[in-house]
């Protein structure tokens, strides 16, 4: 069996896919099952996700994403979009999804109660800023789930998110995009960065023990 570190060691941020090699759903499935369970402040899960397969629709996003090559080489894309807020109305969504799962616990109102009172009088682009880091825990665990399941994958902050937000029309959705990953198979006589080595600081210079 190989291990989890195998596996992170054999991923890297693909360059060049191979658009002949399209990702198996049942792997795609997998990978965004990780993301619906990966934790989040408060459990709150201020973000969605879209996947991308439609040819017209990636290239619009690779025009926007600075002519990234996995864009559409690869067979998807995945869009983390943020909450552009907390409201009121979100959380209550939250609270009752909590409720349904759980049953009416006595401490339940209570907790998501005080959660409003910190995060609503907050200006809108700190509480964006929030949920946005919250959607970058769940891309780790997107990367991972990839990973164990032999995906190729390649994470982006590189394009205009204004563009991407009109694409997908996400404002009207109350949603900004964030970061992307794009899904697929590296094309190994096309990637110049497969053959060189991982690099990645010492534990000595990374880590810092406070006993």
């Known amino acids: 069996m190989t291990s989890l570190t195998e596996r992170m060691n054999w991923r890297y941020a693909v360059k060049a896919m191979d658009p002949a090699k399209p990702v198996s759903q049942d792997k795609v499935d997998a990978i965004i099952e990780a993301i619906r369970m990966a934790p989040t402040s408060s459990g709150t899960q201020p973000f969605e996700l879209f996947v991308v397969t439609n040819t017209d629709v ?9 002519d990234q090559s996995p864009i ?14 907390y409201t009121g109305e979100r959380i209550d969504e939250v609270v009752q999804l909590n409720k349904d799962a759980r049953g009416d616990l006595p401490a339940i109102d209570a907790y998501y109660e005080n959660l409003k009172s910190m995060y609503l009088p907050l200006d809108a682009e700190v509480n964006f800023a929030h949920a946005a880091r919250q959607a970058y825990i769940a891309l780790g665990f997107a990367l991972l789930a990839a990973a164990e399941h032999g995906v190729d ?14 694409i997908l029309g996400l404002r009207e959705k109350g949603l900004r995009s964030v970061v992307m990953l794009a899904l697929g198979e590296r094309n190994t006589e096309a990637d110049w960065l497969l053959p060189l080595p991982k690099v990645r600081k010492s534990l000595d210079t990374l880590v810092t023990t406070v006993d």
């Open 153 to 166: 994958s390649t994470p982006m902050e590189g394009f205009v998110p204004e563009k991407v937000d009109e």
């Open 58 to 66: 990636r290239a619009q996003i690779r025009e926007a994403g600075y």
């Open 72 to 85: 559409t080489d690869g067979s998807h894309v995945l869009v983390f979009a943020a909450w552009d807020n």
